[in-house]
């Protein structure tokens, strides 16, 4: 929790007093390091003309080899620059000194790293780990993230990423919680709790950065950084909840999007930085702005140039400017004529020093040479939560004739270049970790003592070897084949327009099949996937993702059946790329999707998706039955009987959906409340409980009123969004 005792606050208001007009400016000023050498253009264009062909690679490897890392340490003596973005403790050190010992007021830097799903001990991307819908997980995974990295001095992580996000072609969907509300809410908080602990000890927690505030997700047809309008119902009702929630949490910081809502930059957005965030929600923390966000607002056409975008940014909220240098160049004669209050500047000042004092900075602002190596050697409790976390994100997405688990002593053949790439099991945005730390699953294959031969044939990129398929199909009784994405296929910038498997992966699958053995795909990736053709051909899948650093490990265990898959997909698989955006908590047409003609549908792709969000199996069956829906008044009792009907244990994760049938505006098919785990053996059977309270069946309208309306709703609990048992009852308030 986000919160400084009334000493703390009575310290950040006397530093406050003596500071200068530049001073808390450069409180306001956050730089990253940079690369400079001989050239003239900002690296960040050189890195441009490398991607676009402007610069040959030998040209910029020569131009490399003579460059220096700036960190600023000039700024930083003179009190220019509030906080940074470093990796190691070394370097931490270095430079905490010179804004501790050689600034005039001695105020330490807070540092920042995006360490999205995890440090060093890489976990589960977002969207997989979320699948686990296990809150007490998803708290476990962020503090061993945080003792990890605030070993390096890095006191920030720019995560929760905590986006709704409804739409597979947008390549960032791999870095959030997926698309519903309730169970983004649920992740953000527990991130914040386990982030932040509760400061006791400081040495083990970090400042969280929600982000990305707000509706990034909602970028128009899933292309990054695009336009983003909506009514203001579904922004309350969709997009801000989680925000909310964290909020509530007590988060102590805000990154805000890139994406321009309903006209207007989130950079520059006094609606919902001024009004919603430090207004309606009293947030007490800071807001930074997403890297060289501001300058931006010029080429939205929001901003007449640099200075205009320091004003309006500074004016709407914004506290930090990452990256643009335009708070330092222009705030000054900003406030000097009028432009910007001088209680804009005072306010950003001191959200930024009470995060710093929060952190235990100002009495302990250097690194212990014991803390920075605590874990140069990753801990086997972090490996085993690392590998736990990747073992219960698996998802079983189909298994025909129970073709899993495997025999690991049949012959396998391993298929697929991802197979065998330590690299590629991190995911997007995992900066800090060592390929020497990094599974494979042929590595995993080996580690479990599989009876297996490793064929190469192809990956998400490049040709197909037809002599290695060939021996690949005639080697094994069984073919295990690891197709998807590499890394670089989804995060940031990485949006597609086709989300079918890339390359020659489906005609390795084809070729395959035809072998006559029995296949078994293993999904690498980084978002859902369009795979009609698959689920019809192939008779085993299992949705593997990118699960960090134990991943081979992980995949074993659940191939091999030392465990039972029992991930659930936070996030709907399209039968085609032309459905996208689509999602289960859908608002009704008037000609709701069906057979007829004339209902909302695709000719050619229907309208429901391939597998829906909390979609799931297991190696067992669970049965449902006996709902029973109870009105105890302020909340409504809803019980349901779970059993296992197969021949192995498993855990089933159940869900409980509502529908409000009429109401005053259009509200979604179903919408998740509640979530609960049920372990069950062979013939076991639990009866499930779970509370809804009343005044959580409400809606936000457009005027960003709760409004709790009396009527008709439907409960449904089930094993996903679609199959579930349901009952009606009458709700008043
Ligand atoms: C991303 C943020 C990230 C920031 C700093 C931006 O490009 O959108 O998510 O935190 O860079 O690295």
Not at 126 to 150: N, V
Not at 256 to 262: G, T
């Amino acid at each position: 929790m986000y919160r400084l005792t009334d000493a703390q606050r009575a310290r950040v208001r006397e530093l406050l007093s003596r500071m200068t007009l530049e001073e808390k400016i450069g409180q306001m000023n956050q730089e990253s390091m940079s690369i400079v050498g001989g050239f003239d253009v900002p690296f960040e264009e050189l890195i441009e003309m490398l991607t676009d062909g402007r610069l040959p690679k030998e040209e910029f490897d020569k131009i490399m080899s003579t460059a220096k890392t700036d960190y600023h340490e000039d700024e930083v003596r003179e009190g220019l620059v509030g906080s940074l973005m470093v990796q190691d403790a070394e370097k931490y050190n270095e430079l905490q000194h010179i804004a501790v010992e050689e600034s005039r007021l001695g105020i330490p830097l807070l540092i920042g790293l995006d360490v999205i799903h995890g440090f060093r001990t890489v976990y589960p991307i977002a969207i997989a780990e979320a699948g686990t819908f296990d809150e007490k997980l998803f708290q476990r995974t962020a503090a061993m993230a945080a003792k990890e990295s605030r070993s390096q001095g890095i006191n920030w992580h720019f995560a929760p990423m905590v986006d709704v996000a409804r739409d597979a072609r947008w390549g960032r969907v791999s870095e959030g919680p997926g698309e519903d509300t309730r169970l983004a809410s649920r992740f953000a908080r527990a991130k914040i709790q386990g982030l932040q602990g509760d400061m006791s000890s400081p040495e083990n927690y970090v400042a969280a950065c929600l982000k990305h505030y707000v509706a990034y997700g909602a970028c128009e047809s899933g292309r990054d950084y695009n336009t983003a309008s909506m009514a203001p119902a579904q922004l309350y009702n969709v997009y801000l909840p989680p925000f909310r929630a964290a909020v509530e949490a007590g988060a102590a910081t805000v990154m805000a999007s890139f994406n321009d809502l309903n006209g207007v930059p989130c950079t520059v957005n006094r609606l919902t930085l001024r009004q919603i965030l430090k207004g309606e929600w009293k947030f007490p923390g800071l807001v930074v702005s997403d890297a060289n966000a501001i300058r931006e607002c010029v080429n939205h056409g929001i901003a007449a140039d640099q200075y205009d975008a320091g004003v309006q940014a500074a004016n709407a909220g914004m506290d930090i400017d990452m990256g643009t240098r335009i708070y330092i160049k222009e705030l000054k004669r900003a406030v000097e004529e009028g432009k910007v209050p001088l209680s804009v500047i005072d306010e950003a000042a001191e959200r930024i020093l009470s995060v710093k004092m929060w952190l235990g900075l100002f009495e302990h602002p250097y690194v212990s040479p014991e803390l920075a190596a605590r874990y140069e050697t990753l801990p086997e409790a972090h490996l085993a939560l690392a590998r736990e976390a990747g073992e219960r994100s698996i998802v079983l997405l189909k298994n025909e004739n129970g073709l899993l688990p495997l025999d690991k002593s049949k012959k396998i053949s391993l298929v697929g270049k991802l197979a065998a790439e330590r690299t590629e099991v991190v995911g997007a945005w995992a900066l800090s970790w060592r390929e020497s730390d990094c599974v494979s699953i042929q590595d995993g294959f080996d580690n479990a003592g599989a009876n297996y031969r490793y064929f190469p044939c192809c990956g998400p990129e490049g040709e197909l070897d037809q002599a290695q398929l060939e021996e690949a199909a005639a080697w094994g009784d069984v073919i295990v084949a690891v197709v998807g994405e590499t890394t670089a296929m989804s995060g940031e910038a990485s949006s597609k327009a086709d989300i079918t498997l890339p390359g020659k992966q489906r005609e390795l699958l084809e070729k395959l099949l035809a072998g006559g053995k029995p296949v078994a795909a293993l999904l690498m990736n980084g978002r859902p996937l369009a795979l009609e053709w698959e689920s019809v051909h192939v008779p085993a899948i299992l949705e593997c993702w990118h699960l960090g650093v134990q991943m081979g490990n992980a995949v074993a265990s659940v191939l091999f059946g030392d465990r039972a898959p029992e991930g659930k997909l936070a996030s709907s698989f399209p039968r085609m790329t032309g459905q996208c955006p689509i999602y289960y908590s859908h608002p009704n047409t008037g000609r709701p999707g069906g057979k007829g003609k004339f209902t909302s549908r695709y000719l050619d792709a229907g309208w429901e998706p391939l597998y829906p969000f909390g979609y799931g199996l297991s190696y067992t069956e669970f049965a449902y039955d006996g709902l029973e829906v109870k009105d105890a008044g302020d909340t409504l009792m809803v019980s349901v009987d779970v059993r296992n009907t197969g021949s192995r244990p498993g855990v089933e994760t159940v869900q409980l959906y509502t529908r409000d049938v009429t109401a005053s505006i259009v509200r979604p098919v179903k919408e998740l409340k509640d979530f609960a785990k049920a372990a069950l053996a062979p013939g076991e059977q639990k009866r499930v409980t779970m509370a809804v309270q009343k005044n959580d069946l409400g809606f936000f309208n457009d005027a960003g009123q709760y409004v709790l309306e009396d009527g008709k709703f439907i409960v449904y609990v089930g094993g996903n969004s679609r199959d579930c048992l349901s009952q009606e009852i009458e709700v008043t308030f």
